[in-house]
């Protein structure tokens, strides 16, 4: 409780900082006029993909949890979703959502730990895959575009995270010799820092969590194929609600939409903010949001864009997961005045 409370404190501060910076050094003549002129309708339409984006993930739990035959309502799998934000917001690559959704699909559906962890392993993998795929696709519409070295360097660099990602899942799922083979390279790198001395606990911590991730996964593969295609359907138009938020802001702010190249620079956003460097991506987010969407404005709003993204796509889950969050301890008796 203590470290979330802390990754909590240090996200919001990053992440007020930034955006206060960004703002401060884009404003500019064009800038009061472009508020006055806004379409709060569309801005209005870019909540309310956002927040059915929630609807859209909730399902996506329910048909991978119904393809390995168990049931949980859509409201309560939507609870889930909800309720998993507000830790998935102040921890790296959203790590610390991915427990909480196991929780609650054991707690609420009464799903076994082993089948809830491969749902949510499997939804991971999924959003993994999406992106891997949507990648040469929006370098392609991008080429032309200006982007840093520095920048190509940290896209690369998430790329690659995600991609080592997607081979450890296939690679374990299809050899479990390789499972302790990857266990045992880890602890031996840990062991050469010479930070870590009890080497045979940490060597036992990675072997039983790599063999939990292989167990999940093959148990999905094997008995829940119907839920992980419907599931793929559903990461597909999840990620098109998410990355239509940004063409909205821009209708809203009477830009173009740029939908197509929005959409590109949306996918290596998302994969920039999945390295694990800062609670909630917070800095990253802001920093990486205002080089990539100042290919699509003019630097007198590019600050009011990035603020009003932030606001929508990460304050809306602060606010809203830690509402459900306290839902559900009064509705489990944890809460306490």
Do not use: C
Request: glycine share 8%; charged share 15%.
């Amino acid at each position: 409780m203590q470290r979330l409370k802390k990754y909590f404190v240090i996200s919001l501060i990053l992440s007020i900082l930034f955006l206060v910076l960004l703002t401060a050094f884009t404003v500019g003549p064009e800038t009061l006029p472009a508020l006055l002129k806004m379409k709060p309708g569309y801005l209005l339409l870019a909540m309310a993909l956002h927040t059915g984006s929630y609807l859209v993930w909730g399902m996506r739990l329910k048909v991978m949890a119904d393809g390995l035959g168990h049931y949980i309502s859509i409201k309560d799998a939507t609870e889930a979703v909800i309720s998993n934000l507000f830790a998935a917001s102040i921890t790296p690559s959203m790590a610390g959502g991915e427990p909480v959704r196991i929780h609650l699909l054991n707690r609420s559906g009464n799903i076994p730990i082993g089948d809830a962890s491969a749902i949510v392993i499997g939804e991971r993998v999924l959003d993994a895959l999406f992106l891997l795929i949507a990648t040469p696709f929006a370098l392609w519409i991008l080429k032309a575009s200006l982007m840093s070295w520095d920048l190509n360097a940290v896209i690369a660099g998430a790329e690659i995270l995600i991609l080592l990602m997607v081979v450890v899942s296939i690679a374990g799922l299809m050899n479990p010799k390789f499972i302790d083979r990857l266990s045992s390279l880890i602890t031996r790198g840990l062991h050469k820092v010479g930070r870590f001395n009890r080497t045979e606990h940490i060597m036992e911590f990675i072997d039983k969590e790599l063999w939990n991730f292989h167990n999940s996964l093959w148990t999905f593969v094997r008995t829940g194929k119907r839920g992980l295609v419907l599931g793929s359907v559903l990461t597909v138009l999840f990620w098109i609600m998410e990355f239509l938020i940004v063409p909205m802001i821009l209708l809203g702010l009477n830009q173009p939409p740029h939908i197509m190249m929005a959409f590109a620079v949306q996918v290596f956003l998302t994969i920039v903010m999945v390295i694990p460097i800062t609670p909630g991506a917070s800095g990253i987010a802001e920093l990486g949001g205002a080089a990539l969407f100042g290919i699509l404005v003019p630097v007198s709003i590019l600050g009011i864009v990035v603020v009003v993204w932030r606001l929508i796509t990460y304050y809306i889950n602060l606010v809203l997961g830690g509402l459900v969050s306290v839902k559900i301890l009064k509705d489990v008796d944890l809460y306490r005045d």
